[in-house]
């Protein structure tokens, strides 16, 4: 079966860094080798030889989805690597920036920052200069009606009879902020297609565990979009192993619900 590409297509690494991105092992990696051998052996082989075999999500896709479950988890000891993996498969700077950008509505601000510093680092390690070009397409004036349009695009008239229903006192929170700050900052950014976003955005929700009302609207959202049942499997699939199988078989039984 022919795997899918949900990225944008942009600038790709120099073929003889790609092969060397990964040639030298983690600190971490090499001490757990040392001090836990079993439980390192199960590890990568789980990871490294059965895992890539599963599913039909392109190599870089999956290293978008890391990055996502990482920042969301706060696994800042494997943003490194994960950095190196995501542009040994192809993924620019941009697209590297803007997953994790995705991140920020759903995990907070805090985390997403927490993230970037490793990330960051590791660019800047790899040879890769880590200021991305600025990918924004809206301003203060315009960033809420730009972010309606791409937020009634995805759950239709929802939004409108939300937005009716909203007390006075909470209509900043969910009027305002969330359509101009969620919406209207991020999903409007270039550098990711609305199909990427909303993948990035499914894995945060699943990762954070206990949001299952927003995962299944994010379920249907990716559905409406274009993402099918199988992307989103394969989204649980390459999380799996960093958050547990609680939220594992809770997402999944999300979208076994949602996308009947």
Do not use: W
């Amino acid at each position: 079966m022919k795997r899918r590409t949900l990225l944008m297509s942009s600038s790709i690494i120099p073929a003889a860094f790609a092969a060397d991105a990964l040639a030298t092992p983690g600190a971490q990696d090499s001490q757990l080798s040392k001090m836990d051998p079993d439980f390192s052996a199960i590890e990568d082989y789980f990871l490294k030889k059965e895992m890539p075999k599963a599913g039909e999500m392109s190599v870089k896709n999956r290293t978008m989805i890391t990055l996502a479950t990482l920042a969301t988890i706060s696994g800042v000891t494997r943003l490194h690597q994960a950095t190196a993996d995501a542009l040994k498969a192809g993924m620019s700077v941009v697209e590297i920036k803007e997953t994790l950008y995705q991140c920020a509505p759903y995990i907070g601000i805090t985390r997403v920052e927490s993230a970037l510093v490793e990330v960051n680092d590791a660019l800047q390690k790899l040879g890769q200069n880590p200021i991305p070009t600025s990918q924004s397409t809206v301003n203060e004036t315009t960033r809420f009606e730009k972010g309606l349009a791409v937020q009634k695009g995805i759950f239709g008239n929802a939004i409108d009879k939300m937005h009716a229903s909203t007390p006075e006192n909470q209509a900043y929170i969910s009027k305002q902020a969330l359509t101009a700050y969620c919406f209207g900052d991020f999903y409007t950014r270039t550098g990711l297609d609305l199909k990427a976003r909303e993948l990035i955005t499914f894995t945060a929700i699943m990762c954070l565990g206990g949001c299952e009302p927003q995962l299944k609207a994010h379920t249907a959202a990716n559905l409406s979009v274009g993402n099918s049942k199988q992307d989103l499997i394969d989204t649980i699939m390459v999380a799996m192993p960093y958050i547990g199988f609680p939220r594992t078989l809770n997402a999944l039984a999300v979208v076994n619900e949602i996308a009947k």
